[in-house]
């Protein structure tokens, strides 16, 4: 779970390659299969960071393959 929001700070930060952001990704939700509570950690996260996963995930969903996801 660390990696996933690890990812999404380096996305702010100084970017973070799509591929990467998605796996994490893919491996938070194998961790937190409940939207639910994937929304709660989320948004604990975004609280004390300031930085949205959901923003963050739906820009690397919207993104071509290969491209550099800067927030």
Known sequence: MIYFFQCVEEAYDKGVSREKLLASYRRF???VPSIGEEK???GQFE?????????TIK???DTDQGQKIKM
């Open 59 to 61: 820009q690397a969903k």
């Open 29 to 31: 939700k194998e961790i």
């Open 40 to 42: 709660q950690l989320c």
């Open 47 to 55: 609280k004390a960071s300031g930085f949205s996963c959901y923003r």
